[in-house]
């Protein structure tokens, strides 16, 4: 028997993919039919994960993706395989574990998640969302060797707070990624504050407000960052965590702010903080299907823009853009607008942004066809 072959050298492989998703991917069943958890009687199969749905988005998108996890040696762990490498991600480092099942997850559509089921006659709007997931093969992950080279490869690493929720040894391991160890590549972080996942704990806010003091760029929303810090407005927040280089604030349909430190090479300790650059945008009007994945696609859009180097205004219209696509399908992936359509509309004035009202469809139907009108109303590109 020949023994395994040594894991390669941390940093070996630097930015042979442009982002390397890390994270835990469930298969996901939601209700065929509207209404509550106890009562639907059956459910349609998707894939749900906030890192892979990242890694998915960005692939679409045109970007090298790798995604880094662990699934079960089950047929659940079978078709996440399948189904995110179908995206044209690179799935090869994902560990198989025997011992261990593959997470799964139920949830009802709804505008808001909650993290227990509503009782009867509650808002509607509401959805249920109802993980099996304790106990999963990527509960298990920790830190090691073979998978800090892993995380390492690509220009970016994209994590979320959900990670550092799942065990202790997922929670080291996020401390560790989050650590800034030279050479390490650029760190993105979504805070995605999952209240269910930090039951029995009550530090969840303080662990996830010093992850994302390790990050490079941070995704907060101010609904989850009101809940878990107190803090009421963007502003608060950048005076809360002026660590990362870039932090992006999302109001929902509101719109969403980004903070950008002017870089500085001159060494941090000896100087005050160099100021921020910062941008807003309007989100798009959006008929909304399922809000499900709509912040993981919104990272993927800002993520992009970035790797292609624009302007930050147009990072955010990206964000938006792909947001727009995960509201206006069921899942939590909706098909992505190619990018010279994401450009186009990326670039409208404030006039032709704030026309635009995206329904289900809109992304099959480029500026240039016939039928655009009965997806697309009134923009004008
Ligand atoms: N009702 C909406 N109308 C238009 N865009 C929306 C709406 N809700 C969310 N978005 C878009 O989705 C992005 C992510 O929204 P957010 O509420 O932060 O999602 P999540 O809670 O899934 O992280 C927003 O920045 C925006 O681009
Ligand atoms: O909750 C989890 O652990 C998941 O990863 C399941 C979902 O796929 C993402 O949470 C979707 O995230 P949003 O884009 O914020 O709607």
Same mark, same amino acid.
């Given at each position: 028997?020949?023994?395994?072959?040594?894991?390669?050298?941390?940093?070996?492989?630097?930015?042979?993919?442009?982002?390397?998703?890390?994270?835990?991917?469930?298969?996901?069943?939601?209700?065929?039919?509207?209404?509550?958890?106890?009562?639907?009687?059956?459910?349609?199969?998707?894939?749900?994960?906030?890192?892979? +749905?990242?890694?998915?988005?960005?692939?679409?998108?045109?970007?090298?993706?790798?995604?880094?996890?662990?699934?079960?040696?089950?047929? =659940?762990?079978? *078709?996440?395989?399948?189904?995110?490498?179908? &995206?044209?991600?690179?799935?090869?480092?994902?560990?198989?574990?025997?011992?261990?099942?593959?997470?799964? &997850? =139920?949830?009802?559509?709804?505008?808001?998640?909650?993290?227990?089921?509503?009782?009867?006659?509650?808002?509607?709007?509401?959805?249920?969302?109802? &993980? &099996?997931?304790?106990?999963?093969?990527?509960?298990?992950?920790?830190?090691?060797?073979?998978?800090?080279?892993?995380?390492?490869?690509?220009? =970016?690493?994209?994590?979320?707070?959900?990670?550092?929720?799942?065990?202790?040894?997922?929670?080291?391991?996020?401390?560790?990624?989050?650590?800034?160890?030279?050479?390490?590549?650029?760190?993105?972080? /979504?805070?995605?504050?999952?209240?269910?996942?930090?039951?029995?704990?009550? +530090?969840?806010?303080?662990?996830?407000?010093?992850?994302?003091?390790?990050? /490079?760029?941070?995704?907060?929303?101010?609904?989850?960052?009101?809940?878990?810090?107190?803090?009421? /407005?963007?502003?608060?927040?950048?005076?809360?965590?002026?660590?990362?280089?870039?932090?992006?604030?999302?109001?929902?349909?509101?719109?969403?702010?980004?903070?950008?430190?002017?870089?500085?090479?001159?060494?941090?300790?000896?100087?005050?903080?160099?100021?921020?650059?910062?941008?807003?945008?309007?989100?798009?009007?959006?008929?909304?299907?399922?809000?499900?994945?709509?912040?993981?696609? =919104?990272?993927?859009?800002?993520?992009?823009?970035?790797?292609?180097?624009?302007?930050?205004?147009?990072?955010?219209?990206?964000?938006?853009?792909?947001?727009?696509?995960?509201?206006?399908?069921?899942?939590?992936?909706?098909?992505?607008?190619?990018?010279? *359509?994401? /450009?186009?509309?990326?670039?409208?004035?404030?006039?032709?942004?704030?026309?635009?009202?995206?329904?289900?469809?809109?992304?099959?139907?480029?500026?240039?066809?016939?039928?655009?009108?009965?997806?697309?109303?009134?923009?004008?590109?």
């Amino acid at each position: 028997m020949t023994a395994a072959a040594p894991p390669p050298p941390l940093g070996s492989r630097p930015g042979d993919v442009d982002v390397v998703c890390l994270g835990e991917s469930m298969v996901t069943f939601r209700p065929s039919a509207p209404g509550r958890l106890a009562d639907v009687p059956s459910f349609d199969r998707g894939i749900g994960g906030a890192e892979s +749905n990242v890694a998915c988005v960005l692939a679409r998108a045109g970007h090298r993706t790798r995604w880094v996890s662990r699934v079960g040696a089950d047929g =659940f762990g079978d *078709h996440l395989l399948a189904a995110i490498a179908s &995206y044209g991600v690179d799935t090869s480092p994902v560990r198989r574990d025997p011992d261990r099942p593959t997470g799964v &997850y =139920f949830r009802t559509s709804g505008e808001r998640a909650v993290d227990v089921a509503p009782p009867r006659g509650t808002d509607e709007r509401l959805a249920e969302v109802v &993980y &099996y997931r304790s106990g999963s093969a990527a509960s298990a992950m920790a830190p090691g060797r073979e998978i800090r080279a892993a995380a390492w490869s690509g220009r =970016f690493l994209h994590l979320t707070g959900i990670t550092a929720a799942l065990s202790a040894g997922c929670l080291a391991l996020m401390r560790e990624l989050t650590t800034r160890h030279p050479g390490r590549p650029l760190v993105s972080f /979504d805070v995605n504050h999952r209240v269910a996942l930090w039951q029995g704990t009550t +530090n969840g806010p303080e662990v996830l407000a010093d992850l994302a003091r390790g990050c /490079d760029l941070v995704f907060v929303g101010q609904d989850e960052a009101a809940a878990a810090w107190g803090l009421r /407005d963007a502003a608060a927040v950048r005076a809360a965590l002026p660590e990362p280089a870039t932090l992006v604030v999302k109001r929902g349909a509101a719109g969403a702010t980004v903070f950008a430190r002017r870089e500085d090479a001159r060494p941090r300790a000896a100087l005050p903080r160099p100021a921020d650059v910062v941008v807003s945008a309007p989100a798009l009007r959006v008929d909304v299907v399922a809000p499900v994945g709509a912040g993981d696609a =919104f990272a993927a859009g800002f993520l992009s823009g970035t790797l292609r180097g624009l302007p930050l205004h147009e990072r955010l219209r990206h964000g938006h853009l792909m947001a727009a696509a995960a509201l206006t399908a069921p899942g939590d992936l909706g098909e992505p607008p190619g990018r010279a *359509h994401a /450009d186009r509309w990326a670039a409208l004035d404030a006039d032709g942004w704030e026309r635009l009202r995206l329904g289900p469809g809109w992304t099959g139907c480029p500026a240039e066809t016939e039928d655009r009108s009965a997806k697309v109303e009134d923009h004008t590109v």
